[in-house]
């Protein structure tokens, strides 16, 4: 294991987030995870039961001999004042790893929905108000690139692309792309 991290981890309770969550728990790196919850005991207690379910790959990491130490928090992802209190508050979070998107169907189609624009804009704009940290950003779409010069990357065959063609004029993803704009 490297020197210690505190990640910030957003949309916590999604399924790539979790497995992050348990591995950098057992690589003994601290976690601090944001999700919808009725309050920070709620969220904690969803957090732990939904990390403890989580199943990680053979021949990972090994884990720590000392654990890391997990907290939660309900906060409102999409407003900066919650990365900008965050950061201040707490000056051993070294890094956010944001894996918010849609949950359904319904939401990747929905051309106000704006989840990534509006999360990575949140989340920038709270570490100009307070502090710059690392940035680990999980998408969606399947592009490939520099942020803000990122393409959806299609497998070659000419079936792939005609099947997945459609899904890159969905919502969701041009507002993915918009988001790298912002990190850009």
């Not at 957003?10 to 003994?28: D, N």
């Not at 732990?48 to 720590?64: C, E, N, R």
């Not at 900008?84 to 939401?107: H, M, Y």
Request: glycine share 8%.
């Amino acid at each position: 294991m490297n020197s210690k991290r505190h990640f910030l981890v957003v949309a916590a309770a999604s399924r790539g987030a979790r497995l992050f969550i348990k591995m950098a728990l057992e690589q003994g790196h601290d976690v601090t995870a944001l999700c919808r919850a009725h309050g920070d005991q709620d969220a904690l207690d969803r957090i732990s039961k939904l990390v403890q379910d989580a199943t990680l790959t053979p021949g990972g990491a090994p884990p720590a001999q000392i654990r890391g130490r997990l907290q939660a928090r309900n906060c409102k992802i999409l407003e900066a004042d919650t990365y900008t209190t965050l950061l201040q508050a707490d000056r051993s979070i070294d890094a956010v790893c944001c894996f918010v998107g849609p949950s359904n169907l319904k939401e990747m189609l929905n051309n106000k929905s704006k989840i990534y624009t509006r999360t990575i804009g949140a989340i920038v704009e709270g570490m100009r108000r307070s502090r710059w940290v690392e940035l680990f950003y999980h998408g969606s779409s399947g592009s490939e690139g520099p942020p803000g010069g990122a393409i959806a990357q299609l497998p070659e065959s000419f079936f792939a692309k005609w099947l997945l063609g459609p899904f890159l004029h969905m919502p969701a993803v041009k507002d993915y792309r918009e988001s790298e704009g912002i990190l850009a």
